[in-house]
Nanobody, 123 residues
């Protein structure tokens, strides 16, 4: 089992940057492909990006490509989401999650979730 805790959210202006962290407990963190999702008020939870267990492969939703970057440190059981050039439409609660099976791009493929951290981007 993996327990996940996100941190690093906050309020920034358009064009600003934030770095989200996700601390994982459990010895199996390094075996999981990990993902980041976000959910804005009144909207479904949507895929932001994912990173393979080795860190060698990353995947991003089109609207964040070139602006967001996912990394991980398996020795520290940490997952990161670097967000640059933030836009108001990036405002959401951001979640990290551990992938179970199936496509990376849907929430139902993930079995463990953090509690989320709020990101607010003002214009």
């Amino acid at each position: 089992q993996v327990q996940l805790v996100e941190s690093g959210g906050g309020s920034v202006q358009t064009g600003g940057s934030l770095r989200l962290s996700c601390a994982a407990s459990g010895r199996t963190f390094s075996r999981y492909t990990m993902g980041w999702f976000r959910q804005a008020p009144g909207k479904e939870r949507e895929f932001v990006g994912a990173i393979a267990w080795s860190g060698e492969s990353t995947y991003y939703e089109d609207s964040v490509k070139g602006r967001f970057s996912i990394s991980r440190d398996n020795a520290k059981n940490m997952l990161y989401l670097q967000m640059d050039s933030l836009k108001p439409e990036d405002t959401a609660v951001y979640y990290c999650a551990a992938h179970r099976a199936g496509t990376l791009y849907t929430a139902r493929s993930y079995e463990y979730w953090g509690q989320g951290t709020q990101v607010t981007v003002s214009s």
